[in-house]
């Protein structure tokens, strides 16, 4: 009987410590990858100024921001301000297509395989940091100046204000489905034709002919129909992450904790 109740009250212990470090992991991930964090703007701040991490990049996107997952990786000991004191951990990211490319975010102590290791895991979407424009248009309440409406809907056009001085900061690209024809033109009536290369195409440099003044409109034109065309903006020099625009990249945000 002794022994009996011994080995309940053990269960017991062990099922409280399970649920209680289940809950710590839960807390702990929505924190990260549900809220902006504490200033929203921490990524900008220093470590000192910065009170609670939180990845997601603002309250109208479920995307985390790259820049404060960097921010992250850079500063590691921020993740123990939501961890019980003395608590040991890893936080990592992998592509969910490739989890042998793994990449530790945080870590603190050791996270070995002879200790009681809890581990959770949330799917999760980068971005980047790009200012992203859709340029597709059926609509034509504003006509297409080279009357494109009239091709039955075989292009698509927008116009798009664009300072000059924002081309000395960052790089436009348009971005497509496809290897296609577009034309750029101004409200000078200036055209320049282009054929995209790759689905990513630069355009800075036919943008700095067409722009006259600091804030000029300019008309893109492209010969597709499809819903993915953009007009992007990188300010960060993240060419190689251009893709994740058209087809977003589902990453696996792991922490693991050992007590």
Avoid at 108 to 117: A, K, L, P
Avoid at 156 to 163: E, L, T
Wanted: net charge neutral.
């Amino acid at each position: 009987m002794i022994y009996t109740i011994d080995n309940i009250n053990d269960n017991q212990v062990s099922s409280f410590n399970n649920h209680e470090t289940n809950q710590i992991l839960t807390d702990t991930l929505n924190t990260i990858t549900k809220t902006e964090g504490t200033p929203s703007n921490w990524e900008n701040e220093s470590i000192n100024n910065i009170k609670i991490i939180g990845l997601r990049k603002n309250t109208t996107s479920s995307m985390i921001s790259y820049d404060k997952l960097m921010k992250l990786k850079n500063n590691g000991q921020l993740v123990s301000n939501l961890l019980p004191k003395g608590t040991n951990y890893e936080l990592s990211i992998h592509p969910k297509n490739n989890p042998n490319h793994n990449t530790i975010i945080a870590t603190r102590g050791s996270v070995s395989f002879d200790r009681n290791i809890y581990s959770m895991e949330v799917p999760v979407i980068i971005d980047y940091g790009y200012n992203v424009s859709s340029i597709y248009n059926h609509n034509y309440s504003n006509t297409c100046p080279l009357h494109h409406e009239k091709d039955n809907k075989t292009w698509s056009c927008k116009a798009f204000n664009i300072k000059k001085s924002t081309l000395n900061r960052g790089t436009y690209y348009i971005i497509v489905d496809k290897d296609t024809d577009y034309i750029l033109t101004n409200t000078y009536n200036e055209t320049i034709n282009g054929k995209t290369d790759d689905n990513i195409t630069e355009i800075n440099q036919k943008l700095e002919q067409l722009i006259r003044n600091d804030n000029d409109t300019i008309y893109i034109h492209i010969n597709s129909n499809k819903k993915q065309i953009y007009l992007v903006y990188d300010t960060n020099n993240r060419r190689n992450y251009l893709n994740s625009i058209k087809t977003p990249e589902i990453y696996i945000l792991t922490l693991k904790i050992s007590t």
